[in-house]
């Protein structure tokens, strides 16, 4: 069975940069199945990284290798290029918090500094291109059962940079969250957990109004906002054939307030 690796990047499709990881990949093994999740991450937005890493992973089967290159740090000889273990499968990017939502959920096993350049592309990385250098050859690599204690000295898992993301607070008459992605489309994905509403109706509090939950987005009229549990298991707001974050000058890390409701209302 072939290998599988997936890409993640904000480098965006206009220019080669892409192409390039995929060749070096190629280059170790034509044979690989390489994936692209996405490479429209909005420029250094780690946030946004961490949330599509975190939504994606469940849906690859064992052993797939993550390369995720999203990189203000680059160059940086403070931030650490890693390879993680966890139960299904391997991580390989920078280590500043973009793998800390995926490993929430599934705890790392093992996780080493990549420092061994005999899995590089060049023992001289570029400063501004690790995901050339560096972290495209040691997925590949990876995915083709190189040992990821051969890629590096092993650290210690609790030393690997969390990217947390704010708390939701859950009151007697509701829940108070956040917005942690916009995707393309203009809908605003919250952090409140689909399971934090289990048996409850609710609503989303604006400044005029209480808009009730909906199933689907077309149970409100067009240009109207919706409030759903998206595909993704956590709260959204949007607008029927619209824009939400248009609409509503919303931004990451927004106040969200849910309302819980009496029977009657829903």
Not at 8 to 28: C, E, R
Not at 65 to 84: C, L, Q, S, Y
Not at 152 to 173: F, K, M, R
Not at 238 to 243: K, L, Q, Y
Request: hydrophobic share 40%.
């Amino acid at each position: 069975m072939s290998s599988t690796i997936t890409l993640l990047s904000d480098f965006g499709l206009q220019d080669v940069y892409v192409g390039v990881m995929k060749g070096i990949i190629a280059q170790i093994d034509p044979g690989t199945n390489i994936i692209d999740l996405t490479h429209q991450i909005p420029p250094q937005n780690l946030a946004a990284a961490r949330f599509c890493l975190l939504n994606a992973i469940p849906y690859f089967p064992p052993r797939t290798v993550h390369i995720a290159i999203v990189d203000p740090g680059v160059g940086n000889t403070k931030r650490r290029g890693v390879a993680i273990e966890f139960s299904k499968g391997f991580l390989v990017g920078p280590d500043n918090g973009i793998f800390s939502g995926i490993l929430s959920l599934y705890p790392p096993t093992t996780a080493v500094e990549l420092t061994n350049s005999q899995y590089w592309l060049t023992a001289n990385p570029s400063n501004t291109f690790h995901g050339r250098d560096i972290f495209a050859p040691v997925g590949g690599y990876l995915a083709n059962e190189v040992n990821i204690r051969d890629l590096g000295p092993e650290i210690e898992l609790n030393s690997l940079v969390n990217l947390a993301i704010p708390a939701i607070a859950i009151t007697d008459t509701g829940i108070i969250g956040s917005i942690q992605y916009i995707d393309r489309f203009g809908n605003l994905i919250t952090n409140i957990p689909e399971i934090s509403l289990k048996n409850k109706n609710w609503g989303l509090k604006l400044k005029n109004e209480i808009v009730l939950s909906s199933q689907t987005y077309s149970d409100r009229l067009v240009g109207r906002i919706v409030a759903i549990i998206g595909s993704h298991g956590w709260v959204e707001i949007a607008v029927n054939s619209g824009n939400a974050r248009s609409t509503l000058g919303a931004n990451w890390g927004d106040r969200v307030e849910i309302v819980f409701l009496e029977s009657d209302n829903n």
